[in-house]
Protein backbone atom coordinates (compact mmCIF):
# COMPACT_ATOMS: atom_id res chain seq x y z
CA UNK A 1 0.00 0.00 0.00
CA UNK A 2 1.23 3.63 -1.02
CA UNK A 3 1.99 6.08 2.21
CA UNK A 4 -0.63 8.30 0.24
CA UNK A 5 -3.62 5.41 0.39
CA UNK A 6 -2.18 3.99 4.05
CA UNK A 7 -2.67 7.64 5.34
CA UNK A 8 -6.38 8.12 3.50
CA UNK A 9 -7.45 4.82 5.25
CA UNK A 10 -6.13 5.64 8.47
CA UNK A 11 -8.28 9.05 8.54
CA UNK A 12 -11.93 7.39 7.05
CA UNK A 13 -11.13 4.98 10.03
CA UNK A 14 -10.95 7.94 12.44
CA UNK A 15 -13.76 9.59 10.97
CA UNK A 16 -15.75 6.20 11.54
CA UNK A 17 -14.14 6.17 14.66
CA UNK A 18 -15.53 9.88 15.99
CA UNK A 19 -19.02 8.94 13.90
CA UNK A 20 -19.59 6.10 16.23
CA UNK A 21 -18.85 7.54 19.19
CA UNK A 22 -21.80 10.13 18.29
CA UNK A 23 -24.44 7.97 17.28
CA UNK A 24 -23.48 6.11 21.09
CA UNK A 25 -23.70 9.63 22.85
CA UNK A 26 -26.87 10.20 20.44
CA UNK A 27 -28.73 7.21 21.40
CA UNK A 28 -27.77 7.26 25.30
CA UNK A 29 -29.18 10.85 25.66
CA UNK A 30 -32.28 9.63 23.73
CA UNK A 31 -33.46 7.13 26.03
CA UNK A 32 -32.22 9.14 28.89
CA UNK A 33 -34.62 11.47 27.58
CA UNK A 34 -37.48 8.62 27.09
CA UNK A 35 -36.73 7.48 30.54
CA UNK A 36 -37.05 11.67 31.78
CA UNK A 37 -40.41 11.59 30.02
CA UNK A 38 -41.68 8.41 31.89
CA UNK A 39 -40.89 9.62 35.32
CA UNK A 40 -42.41 12.58 34.69
CA UNK A 41 -45.94 10.92 33.77
CA UNK A 42 -45.29 9.52 37.30
CA UNK A 43 -45.42 13.00 39.13
CA UNK A 44 -47.95 14.54 37.08
CA UNK A 45 -50.39 12.54 37.85
CA UNK A 46 -49.44 12.03 41.77
CA UNK A 47 -48.91 8.31 41.07
CA UNK A 48 -49.55 6.56 44.51
CA UNK A 49 -49.13 3.05 44.30
CA UNK A 50 -49.24 2.65 47.80
CA UNK A 51 -52.44 4.10 48.37
CA UNK A 52 -53.79 1.07 45.56
CA UNK A 53 -52.83 -1.12 47.53
CA UNK A 54 -54.16 -0.05 51.13
CA UNK A 55 -56.82 0.93 49.42
CA UNK A 56 -58.45 -2.36 47.93
CA UNK A 57 -59.80 -3.21 51.06
CA UNK A 58 -62.17 -0.17 49.92
CA UNK A 59 -62.50 -1.81 46.31
CA UNK A 60 -63.46 -5.51 47.50
CA UNK A 61 -65.95 -4.36 49.59
CA UNK A 62 -67.44 -2.41 46.92
CA UNK A 63 -67.19 -5.71 44.89
CA UNK A 64 -68.88 -7.68 47.80
CA UNK A 65 -71.38 -5.48 48.31
CA UNK A 66 -72.08 -5.44 44.65
CA UNK A 67 -72.67 -9.67 44.49
CA UNK A 68 -75.30 -11.07 43.66
CA UNK A 69 -76.24 -8.85 40.89
CA UNK A 70 -79.76 -7.27 41.20
CA UNK A 71 -81.89 -9.74 39.02
CA UNK A 72 -84.97 -8.46 39.98
CA UNK A 73 -84.34 -4.83 37.98
CA UNK A 74 -83.88 -6.73 34.70
CA UNK A 75 -87.16 -5.61 33.55
CA UNK A 76 -86.57 -2.18 34.47
CA UNK A 77 -83.44 -2.04 32.93
CA UNK A 78 -84.78 -3.08 29.59
CA UNK A 79 -85.71 0.20 28.31
CA UNK A 80 -83.09 2.27 29.20
CA UNK A 81 -80.89 -0.36 27.64
CA UNK A 82 -83.03 -0.45 24.15
CA UNK A 83 -82.37 3.41 24.65
CA UNK A 84 -78.48 3.74 24.39
CA UNK A 85 -78.56 1.29 21.48
CA UNK A 86 -80.96 3.49 20.03
CA UNK A 87 -79.07 6.84 20.97
CA UNK A 88 -76.05 5.11 19.35
CA UNK A 89 -78.12 3.98 16.17
CA UNK A 90 -79.86 7.53 15.38
CA UNK A 91 -76.24 9.09 16.33
CA UNK A 92 -75.08 6.79 13.51
CA UNK A 93 -77.85 7.12 11.27
CA UNK A 94 -77.67 10.90 11.44
CA UNK A 95 -73.94 11.07 10.81
CA UNK A 96 -73.97 9.13 7.28
CA UNK A 97 -76.73 11.11 6.02
CA UNK A 98 -75.06 14.58 7.26
CA UNK A 99 -71.48 13.31 6.63
CA UNK A 100 -72.17 11.68 2.99
CA UNK A 101 -72.47 14.83 0.93
CA UNK A 102 -70.22 16.32 2.90
CA UNK A 103 -67.66 13.79 2.02
CA UNK A 104 -67.93 14.47 -1.09
CA UNK A 105 -67.33 18.01 -1.30
CA UNK A 106 -64.36 17.33 1.35
CA UNK A 107 -63.05 14.86 -1.28
CA UNK A 108 -60.16 16.60 -3.86
CA UNK A 109 -61.26 14.15 -6.41
CA UNK A 110 -64.96 14.64 -6.43
CA UNK A 111 -65.55 18.62 -4.84
CA UNK A 112 -67.09 21.02 -7.12
CA UNK A 113 -64.92 23.84 -6.00
CA UNK A 114 -62.01 24.83 -3.41
CA UNK A 115 -63.88 27.07 -1.57
CA UNK A 116 -66.44 23.99 -1.33
CA UNK A 117 -63.73 21.84 -0.14
CA UNK A 118 -62.39 24.14 2.95
CA UNK A 119 -65.78 24.10 4.68
CA UNK A 120 -66.50 20.96 4.01
CA UNK A 121 -63.14 20.17 5.83
CA UNK A 122 -63.67 22.84 7.93
CA UNK A 123 -67.15 21.35 9.51
CA UNK A 124 -65.48 18.09 9.24
CA UNK A 125 -62.74 19.11 11.20
CA UNK A 126 -64.58 21.46 13.71
CA UNK A 127 -67.45 18.55 14.68
CA UNK A 128 -64.73 15.56 15.72
CA UNK A 129 -62.67 17.83 17.44
CA UNK A 130 -65.26 18.83 20.19
CA UNK A 131 -65.91 16.08 21.95
CA UNK A 132 -69.44 14.07 22.11
CA UNK A 133 -69.66 14.24 25.98
CA UNK A 134 -69.38 18.53 25.47
CA UNK A 135 -72.00 18.02 22.57
CA UNK A 136 -74.32 16.09 24.82
CA UNK A 137 -73.43 18.56 27.44
CA UNK A 138 -74.29 21.48 24.84
CA UNK A 139 -77.29 19.55 23.36
CA UNK A 140 -78.49 18.84 27.46
CA UNK A 141 -78.67 22.55 27.85
CA UNK A 142 -80.68 23.29 24.36
CA UNK A 143 -82.95 20.41 24.61
CA UNK A 144 -83.30 19.42 27.92
CA UNK A 145 -82.70 15.81 29.51
CA UNK A 146 -83.12 12.10 28.03
CA UNK A 147 -81.96 10.32 25.25
CA UNK A 148 -82.64 12.92 22.00
CA UNK A 149 -79.97 15.22 23.16
CA UNK A 150 -77.49 11.55 23.25
CA UNK A 151 -78.57 11.54 20.00
CA UNK A 152 -77.54 14.39 18.84
CA UNK A 153 -74.57 14.69 20.68
CA UNK A 154 -73.58 11.36 18.91
CA UNK A 155 -74.62 12.98 15.69
CA UNK A 156 -72.71 15.56 15.29
CA UNK A 157 -69.90 13.87 16.55
CA UNK A 158 -70.04 11.20 13.96
CA UNK A 159 -70.59 13.88 11.38
CA UNK A 160 -66.52 14.67 11.83
CA UNK A 161 -65.78 11.10 12.35
CA UNK A 162 -67.31 10.01 9.75
CA UNK A 163 -66.98 12.65 7.24
CA UNK A 164 -62.69 12.64 7.61
CA UNK A 165 -63.26 8.52 6.94
CA UNK A 166 -65.82 8.87 3.53
CA UNK A 167 -63.71 11.70 2.00
CA UNK A 168 -60.39 9.36 2.60
CA UNK A 169 -62.15 6.74 1.24
CA UNK A 170 -63.89 8.46 -2.06
CA UNK A 171 -60.24 10.23 -2.47
CA UNK A 172 -58.46 7.03 -2.65
CA UNK A 173 -61.43 5.14 -4.64
CA UNK A 174 -60.22 3.43 -8.49
CA UNK A 175 -61.10 6.78 -10.72
CA UNK A 176 -61.10 4.72 -13.97
CA UNK A 177 -64.19 3.20 -14.14
CA UNK A 178 -65.69 6.41 -12.96
CA UNK A 179 -64.11 8.46 -16.12
CA UNK A 180 -65.51 5.56 -18.23
CA UNK A 181 -68.82 6.06 -17.32
CA UNK A 182 -68.40 10.22 -17.58
CA UNK A 183 -67.34 9.45 -21.41
CA UNK A 184 -70.18 7.60 -22.21
CA UNK A 185 -71.95 10.40 -21.41
CA UNK A 186 -73.49 9.43 -18.29
CA UNK A 187 -74.63 12.81 -16.05
CA UNK A 188 -73.33 13.49 -12.85
CA UNK A 189 -76.02 11.32 -10.41
CA UNK A 190 -76.20 9.14 -12.73
CA UNK A 191 -72.25 8.18 -12.55
CA UNK A 192 -72.73 8.81 -8.69
CA UNK A 193 -75.33 6.39 -8.22
CA UNK A 194 -73.48 3.77 -10.86
CA UNK A 195 -70.41 4.10 -10.39
CA UNK A 196 -69.19 5.70 -7.35
CA UNK A 197 -71.65 4.47 -5.24
CA UNK A 198 -71.10 0.53 -6.26
CA UNK A 199 -67.69 1.62 -5.47
CA UNK A 200 -67.26 2.96 -2.29
CA UNK A 201 -70.57 1.43 -0.28
CA UNK A 202 -68.61 -1.74 0.87
CA UNK A 203 -65.79 0.83 2.56
CA UNK A 204 -68.87 3.02 3.96
CA UNK A 205 -71.16 0.63 5.52
CA UNK A 206 -67.60 -0.80 7.16
CA UNK A 207 -66.68 2.39 8.59
CA UNK A 208 -70.54 3.21 9.79
CA UNK A 209 -70.39 -0.10 11.21
CA UNK A 210 -67.29 0.76 12.85
CA UNK A 211 -69.07 3.86 13.97
CA UNK A 212 -72.02 2.23 15.38
CA UNK A 213 -69.57 -0.16 17.84
CA UNK A 214 -68.17 3.14 19.10
CA UNK A 215 -71.23 5.30 19.26
CA UNK A 216 -72.54 2.37 21.56
CA UNK A 217 -69.67 2.38 23.97
CA UNK A 218 -69.90 6.13 24.00
CA UNK A 219 -73.49 6.60 24.88
CA UNK A 220 -73.45 4.51 27.75
CA UNK A 221 -70.90 7.57 28.65
CA UNK A 222 -73.45 10.39 27.75
CA UNK A 223 -75.95 9.08 30.28
CA UNK A 224 -73.48 10.45 32.94
CA UNK A 225 -74.08 14.23 32.02
CA UNK A 226 -77.78 13.41 31.41
CA UNK A 227 -78.59 12.40 28.14
CA UNK A 228 -80.32 9.15 28.75
CA UNK A 229 -80.03 5.71 28.98
CA UNK A 230 -78.28 3.16 30.85
CA UNK A 231 -75.14 5.67 31.34
CA UNK A 232 -77.88 7.35 33.38
CA UNK A 233 -79.28 4.75 35.30
CA UNK A 234 -76.16 3.63 36.26
CA UNK A 235 -75.15 6.93 37.26
CA UNK A 236 -78.28 6.87 40.00
CA UNK A 237 -77.95 3.36 40.99
CA UNK A 238 -74.30 4.25 42.31
CA UNK A 239 -75.31 7.68 43.59
CA UNK A 240 -77.95 5.48 45.67
CA UNK A 241 -75.35 2.98 46.53
CA UNK A 242 -77.48 0.30 44.84
CA UNK A 243 -74.17 -1.89 44.14
CA UNK A 244 -76.60 -4.98 43.20
CA UNK A 245 -78.34 -2.84 40.79
CA UNK A 246 -74.91 -0.97 39.23
CA UNK A 247 -73.64 -5.16 39.13
CA UNK A 248 -76.62 -5.73 36.84
CA UNK A 249 -75.91 -2.94 34.72
CA UNK A 250 -72.26 -3.77 34.68
CA UNK A 251 -73.36 -6.96 33.30
CA UNK A 252 -75.89 -5.76 30.61
CA UNK A 253 -73.25 -3.23 29.32
CA UNK A 254 -70.28 -6.02 29.01
CA UNK A 255 -73.39 -8.10 27.03
CA UNK A 256 -74.59 -4.67 24.68
CA UNK A 257 -70.70 -3.55 23.87
CA UNK A 258 -69.73 -7.65 23.33
CA UNK A 259 -73.11 -8.35 21.09
CA UNK A 260 -72.72 -4.95 19.19
CA UNK A 261 -68.72 -5.77 18.68
CA UNK A 262 -69.13 -9.12 17.25
CA UNK A 263 -72.30 -8.47 14.94
CA UNK A 264 -70.42 -5.34 13.83
CA UNK A 265 -67.11 -7.53 12.82
CA UNK A 266 -69.23 -10.15 11.29
CA UNK A 267 -70.76 -7.35 8.93
CA UNK A 268 -67.32 -5.85 7.79
CA UNK A 269 -66.11 -9.20 7.25
CA UNK A 270 -68.47 -10.44 5.31
CA UNK A 271 -68.42 -6.90 3.21
CA UNK A 272 -64.79 -7.06 2.95
CA UNK B 1 -66.96 9.69 -40.03
CA UNK B 2 -64.03 10.74 -37.71
CA UNK B 3 -62.10 13.55 -39.52
CA UNK B 4 -59.16 15.51 -37.23
CA UNK B 5 -57.57 18.47 -39.32
CA UNK B 6 -54.69 21.14 -37.43
CA UNK B 7 -54.94 19.65 -34.13
CA UNK B 8 -52.59 20.92 -31.93
CA UNK B 9 -51.85 20.88 -28.23
CA UNK B 10 -49.56 22.95 -26.31
CA UNK B 11 -48.83 22.15 -22.36
CA UNK B 12 -48.90 25.51 -20.09
CA UNK B 13 -45.15 24.51 -19.97
CA UNK B 14 -44.65 25.34 -23.24
CA UNK B 15 -44.49 21.56 -24.61
CA UNK B 16 -45.94 20.93 -27.96
CA UNK B 17 -47.75 17.97 -27.49
CA UNK B 18 -49.34 17.72 -30.56
CA UNK B 19 -48.54 19.62 -34.30
CA UNK B 20 -50.58 20.31 -36.98
CA UNK B 21 -52.27 16.56 -36.82
CA UNK B 22 -54.96 15.78 -39.23
CA UNK B 23 -56.15 11.65 -40.07
CA UNK B 24 -59.35 10.56 -41.45
CA UNK B 25 -61.48 7.17 -40.27
CA UNK B 26 -64.52 6.41 -42.57
CA UNK B 27 -66.94 3.86 -40.99
CA UNK B 28 -65.95 0.96 -41.36
CA UNK B 29 -62.15 1.31 -41.35
CA UNK B 30 -59.72 0.22 -38.40
CA UNK B 31 -56.99 2.78 -38.20
CA UNK B 32 -53.95 1.99 -36.18
CA UNK B 33 -51.65 4.65 -34.41
CA UNK B 34 -48.78 3.85 -33.85
CA UNK B 35 -45.69 5.28 -32.29
CA UNK B 36 -43.10 5.37 -29.23
CA UNK B 37 -43.70 6.58 -25.59
CA UNK B 38 -44.14 9.98 -25.30
CA UNK B 39 -45.04 10.41 -29.28
CA UNK B 40 -48.40 11.90 -28.38
CA UNK B 41 -50.85 8.54 -29.11
CA UNK B 42 -52.94 9.06 -26.33
CA UNK B 43 -52.91 13.05 -26.05
CA UNK B 44 -54.27 12.58 -29.23
CA UNK B 45 -57.40 10.54 -28.39
CA UNK B 46 -57.79 12.88 -25.31
CA UNK B 47 -57.75 15.59 -27.64
CA UNK B 48 -60.71 13.77 -29.68
CA UNK B 49 -62.41 12.91 -26.61
CA UNK B 50 -62.38 16.81 -25.50
CA UNK B 51 -60.94 14.88 -22.49
CA UNK B 52 -57.93 17.79 -23.01
CA UNK B 53 -58.94 20.98 -24.71
CA UNK B 54 -56.57 21.16 -27.88
CA UNK B 55 -55.01 24.29 -28.71
CA UNK B 56 -55.95 24.82 -32.06
CA UNK B 57 -57.88 22.34 -34.73
CA UNK B 58 -60.90 21.00 -35.20
CA UNK B 59 -62.56 17.56 -34.48
CA UNK B 60 -65.24 16.27 -36.83
CA UNK B 61 -67.77 13.59 -36.36
CA UNK B 62 -69.91 13.32 -38.97
CA UNK B 63 -71.12 17.29 -39.34
CA UNK B 64 -70.23 17.67 -35.76
CA UNK B 65 -67.27 20.21 -35.00
CA UNK B 66 -66.44 19.17 -31.41
CA UNK B 67 -63.88 21.59 -30.40
CA UNK B 68 -66.71 24.24 -30.84
CA UNK B 69 -68.97 22.84 -28.54
CA UNK B 70 -69.34 22.72 -24.46
CA UNK B 71 -71.22 21.32 -21.47
CA UNK B 72 -74.58 19.62 -22.58
CA UNK B 73 -73.93 19.83 -25.93
CA UNK B 74 -70.42 18.30 -26.15
CA UNK B 75 -71.83 15.70 -23.88
CA UNK B 76 -74.64 14.89 -26.42
CA UNK B 77 -72.16 15.38 -29.29
CA UNK B 78 -70.31 12.82 -27.52
CA UNK B 79 -72.67 10.08 -26.93
CA UNK B 80 -71.12 9.20 -30.70
CA UNK B 81 -67.84 8.54 -29.93
CA UNK B 82 -67.31 5.78 -27.37
CA UNK B 83 -64.06 4.62 -26.05
CA UNK B 84 -61.80 1.63 -24.50
CA UNK B 85 -58.61 1.82 -22.62
CA UNK B 86 -55.98 -0.40 -21.94
CA UNK B 87 -57.77 -1.45 -18.49
CA UNK B 88 -61.74 -2.40 -18.56
CA UNK B 89 -62.19 -0.06 -15.98
CA UNK B 90 -65.20 -1.91 -15.14
CA UNK B 91 -67.14 -1.91 -11.78
CA UNK B 92 -65.97 -4.79 -10.12
CA UNK B 93 -68.52 -5.45 -7.51
CA UNK B 94 -71.70 -4.97 -9.95
CA UNK B 95 -72.54 -7.76 -12.54
CA UNK B 96 -71.13 -8.18 -16.07
CA UNK B 97 -74.71 -7.31 -17.79
CA UNK B 98 -75.20 -4.46 -15.55
CA UNK B 99 -71.76 -2.84 -16.92
CA UNK B 100 -72.42 -3.49 -20.34
CA UNK B 101 -75.45 -1.91 -19.57
CA UNK B 102 -74.68 1.61 -17.79
CA UNK B 103 -73.02 2.44 -21.31
CA UNK B 104 -76.32 3.41 -22.47
CA UNK B 105 -76.91 5.65 -19.63
CA UNK B 106 -76.05 9.10 -21.96
CA UNK B 107 -79.47 8.07 -23.24
CA UNK B 108 -81.75 7.62 -20.43
CA UNK B 109 -81.90 10.49 -17.73
CA UNK B 110 -84.87 9.25 -15.59
CA UNK B 111 -85.61 8.72 -11.78
CA UNK B 112 -85.10 4.85 -12.54
CA UNK B 113 -81.28 5.67 -13.73
CA UNK B 114 -80.30 7.83 -11.24
CA UNK B 115 -81.19 5.92 -8.32
CA UNK B 116 -78.78 3.19 -9.66
CA UNK B 117 -81.47 1.13 -11.71
CA UNK B 118 -80.84 0.83 -15.68
CA UNK B 119 -84.10 0.49 -18.21
CA UNK B 120 -85.16 -3.52 -18.51
CA UNK B 121 -84.70 -2.37 -22.19
CA UNK B 122 -81.17 -1.42 -22.22
CA UNK B 123 -80.48 -4.56 -19.93
CA UNK B 124 -81.98 -7.16 -22.57
CA UNK B 125 -79.52 -5.25 -25.60
CA UNK B 126 -76.68 -5.95 -22.90
CA UNK B 127 -78.21 -9.45 -23.11
CA UNK B 128 -77.33 -9.21 -26.80
CA UNK B 129 -74.14 -7.59 -27.00
CA UNK B 130 -72.57 -9.82 -24.85
CA UNK B 131 -74.01 -12.71 -27.36
CA UNK B 132 -71.59 -10.46 -29.55
CA UNK B 133 -68.53 -10.61 -27.84
CA UNK B 134 -69.06 -14.22 -26.62
CA UNK B 135 -69.83 -13.36 -22.74
CA UNK B 136 -73.22 -14.81 -22.86
CA UNK B 137 -72.98 -17.39 -20.15
CA UNK B 138 -70.84 -14.72 -17.91
CA UNK B 139 -73.85 -12.15 -17.78
CA UNK B 140 -74.79 -12.50 -13.99
CA UNK B 141 -71.57 -12.94 -13.08
CA UNK B 142 -69.56 -10.05 -10.80
CA UNK B 143 -66.74 -7.99 -13.26
CA UNK B 144 -64.55 -8.53 -10.52
CA UNK B 145 -63.96 -12.27 -11.25
CA UNK B 146 -63.35 -11.73 -15.33
CA UNK B 147 -60.11 -12.35 -16.86
CA UNK B 148 -57.99 -9.35 -18.54
CA UNK B 149 -59.79 -10.54 -21.71
CA UNK B 150 -62.91 -11.36 -20.61
CA UNK B 151 -63.09 -8.06 -19.06
CA UNK B 152 -61.52 -6.07 -22.30
CA UNK B 153 -64.65 -7.71 -24.21
CA UNK B 154 -67.15 -6.61 -21.77
CA UNK B 155 -65.68 -3.01 -22.38
CA UNK B 156 -66.05 -3.36 -25.58
CA UNK B 157 -69.78 -4.38 -25.35
CA UNK B 158 -70.36 -1.25 -22.63
CA UNK B 159 -68.85 0.61 -25.69
CA UNK B 160 -71.50 -0.77 -27.89
CA UNK B 161 -73.74 0.24 -25.31
CA UNK B 162 -73.59 3.52 -25.98
CA UNK B 163 -74.57 2.99 -29.79
CA UNK B 164 -71.44 4.81 -31.34
CA UNK B 165 -70.29 5.28 -34.58
CA UNK B 166 -66.80 6.03 -33.55
CA UNK B 167 -64.86 4.06 -31.60
CA UNK B 168 -61.10 4.69 -30.02
CA UNK B 169 -59.26 2.40 -28.26
CA UNK B 170 -56.27 3.43 -26.09
CA UNK B 171 -53.63 0.62 -26.38
CA UNK B 172 -56.94 -2.15 -25.81
CA UNK B 173 -54.31 -5.31 -25.64
CA UNK B 174 -51.64 -3.87 -23.70
CA UNK B 175 -52.12 -5.88 -20.53
CA UNK B 176 -53.18 -8.88 -22.14
CA UNK B 177 -51.57 -11.90 -23.72
CA UNK B 178 -50.76 -12.88 -26.92
CA UNK B 179 -53.96 -14.98 -27.68
CA UNK B 180 -56.44 -12.79 -26.18
CA UNK B 181 -54.94 -9.83 -27.81
CA UNK B 182 -55.63 -11.11 -31.25
CA UNK B 183 -59.02 -12.15 -30.11
CA UNK B 184 -59.48 -8.50 -29.19
CA UNK B 185 -58.26 -7.53 -32.23
CA UNK B 186 -60.41 -9.59 -34.29
CA UNK B 187 -63.32 -8.13 -32.37
CA UNK B 188 -62.35 -4.58 -33.40
CA UNK B 189 -62.00 -5.61 -37.03
CA UNK B 190 -65.44 -7.34 -37.15
CA UNK B 191 -67.05 -4.54 -35.25
CA UNK B 192 -65.84 -2.12 -37.51
CA UNK B 193 -67.03 -4.07 -40.50
CA UNK B 194 -70.29 -5.36 -39.21
CA UNK B 195 -71.57 -2.78 -37.23
CA UNK B 196 -69.95 0.03 -39.68
CA UNK B 197 -67.96 1.95 -37.23
CA UNK B 198 -64.79 4.05 -37.36
CA UNK B 199 -62.56 1.82 -34.92
CA UNK B 200 -58.96 4.40 -34.46
CA UNK B 201 -56.79 1.99 -31.96
CA UNK B 202 -53.38 3.01 -30.56
CA UNK B 203 -51.02 -0.15 -30.43
CA UNK B 204 -47.45 -0.77 -29.59
CA UNK B 205 -47.95 -4.39 -31.04
CA UNK B 206 -46.58 -3.81 -34.93
CA UNK B 207 -47.37 -7.42 -35.26
CA UNK B 208 -50.83 -6.44 -34.60
CA UNK B 209 -51.09 -3.59 -36.69
CA UNK B 210 -49.95 -5.30 -39.63
CA UNK B 211 -52.54 -8.28 -39.45
CA UNK B 212 -55.59 -6.07 -38.78
CA UNK B 213 -54.91 -2.48 -39.48
CA UNK B 214 -57.12 -0.96 -42.68
CA UNK B 215 -54.35 1.91 -42.55
CA UNK B 216 -51.46 2.61 -39.86
CA UNK B 217 -50.83 6.30 -38.73
CA UNK B 218 -47.23 6.40 -37.53
CA UNK B 219 -46.73 9.20 -35.15
CA UNK B 220 -43.69 11.02 -34.15
CA UNK B 221 -42.97 13.88 -31.79
CA UNK B 222 -46.63 14.94 -31.91
CA UNK B 223 -46.44 15.04 -35.84
CA UNK B 224 -47.95 12.24 -38.13
CA UNK B 225 -44.60 10.42 -39.78
CA UNK B 226 -46.79 8.60 -41.97
CA UNK B 227 -50.50 7.33 -43.18
CA UNK B 228 -50.60 4.45 -45.16
CA UNK B 229 -52.76 1.29 -45.79
CA UNK B 230 -51.13 -1.47 -44.06
CA UNK B 231 -49.46 -2.86 -47.00
CA UNK B 232 -47.68 -0.21 -48.13
CA UNK B 233 -45.97 0.11 -44.24
CA UNK B 234 -42.55 -0.60 -44.42
CA UNK B 235 -40.51 -1.71 -41.54
CA UNK B 236 -37.82 0.74 -41.68
CA UNK B 237 -40.91 3.50 -41.48
CA UNK B 238 -42.07 1.61 -38.26
CA UNK B 239 -38.47 1.31 -36.83
CA UNK B 240 -37.87 5.05 -37.20
CA UNK B 241 -41.08 5.83 -34.76
CA UNK B 242 -39.05 3.98 -32.31
CA UNK B 243 -35.94 5.32 -32.61
CA UNK B 244 -34.81 8.36 -29.61
CA UNK B 245 -35.20 12.09 -30.77
CA UNK B 246 -31.34 12.50 -30.75
CA UNK B 247 -30.54 9.19 -32.70
Known amino acids: MSLVARQQADASRAAGGWGGAITIAIRFVLILLGIAVAIQTFIVVEARPQDLITGIHGMADLIWRAIPPDFSKLPAAFWPTLQTVDIALFGTLVGIIIALPLALLAAANMTPSRVAYYAARAIIGFTRAVPDLV?????????GLGPFPGGLALGVHSVGMLGR???????QMDMAPIQALQ?????????????????????????????????????LVLGFVGAGGIGFQLLTAMNLFQYQEVSLLLIIIFIVVLTAERISAALRERLA | ?????GLSLRYPNGKLALSDFALTVEAGELVVVLGGNGSGKSTLLKCITRTLKPSAGEVWLGDTNLCALEGEKLRRARLELAMIWQHASLVGRRSVLTNVATGALGRHFTLRTVFGRLP???????????????????????????????AQRVAIARSLAQRPRVLLADEPVASLDPEASEEIMRLLQRLARSERLAVLC????????????????????????FDLPRGEVSREAVRGLYMSEAA
Do not use: K
Open chain 2, 202 to 225: VLHQVELAYSYADRVIGIRGGCIA
Open chain 1, 135 to 143: WALLFVTAV
Open chain 2, 120 to 150: RCELEAARGLLGDVGLANLAEQRASTLSGGQ
Open chain 1, 183 to 219: LTGARRLQVFSHGIIPIILPSLLGISLYRLDENIRSS
Open chain 1, 165 to 171: LFAETIE
Open chain 2, 1 to 5: MLRVC
